[in-house]
């Protein structure tokens, strides 16, 4: 069964730090770029950030560079967006998602490229 399953979600002050895991089973990541996504109430969903399959492109939305870092290890089938010194505005919900793609260096910023998506993992920034 393909699955991706998001962790490491959470309540977190501002200023403060999370690590989400994007947790791959039924697929080999090694063909898959990687995206992440978010949504908050009342808001469209937004793209973050993108890895390829080879890990060596990634690319992120304004709102997040310098603060957030996604990488990938093929080895244990999972991706992750490092969040530090989060906001309030980045309370959301995150989503992983996947594209096959023969191409191992291009990273894909359109969620309606993806064949699969996770569940989600809530992000809360509050004090």
């Known amino acids: 069964q393909l699955q991706l399953v998001e962790s490491g979600g959470g309540l977190v002050q501002p200023g403060g730090s999370l690590r989400l895991s994007c947790a791959a089973s039924?697929?080999?990541?090694?063909?898959?770029?990687i995206g992440w996504f978010r949504q908050a109430p009342g808001k469209e969903r937004e793209g973050v950030s993108y890895?390829?399959?080879?890990?060596?492109?990634?690319n992120y939305v304004d709102s997040v560079k310098g603060r957030f870092t996604i990488s990938r290890d093929n080895a244990k089938n999972t991706v992750y967006l490092q969040m530090n010194s989060l906001k309030p505005e980045d309370t959301a919900v995150y989503s992983c998602?996947?594209?096959?793609?023969?191409?191992?260096?291009?990273?894909?910023?359109?969620?309606?490229?993806?064949?699969?998506w996770g569940q989600g993992t809530q992000v809360t920034v509050s004090s």
């Open positions: 039924g697929l080999i990541l090694d063909y898959y770029a």
């Open positions: 998602a996947a594209k096959s793609t023969f191409y191992t260096n291009s990273y894909y910023p359109h969620a309606h490229d993806y064949d699969y």
């Open positions: 890895i390829s399959s080879s890990g060596g492109r990634t």
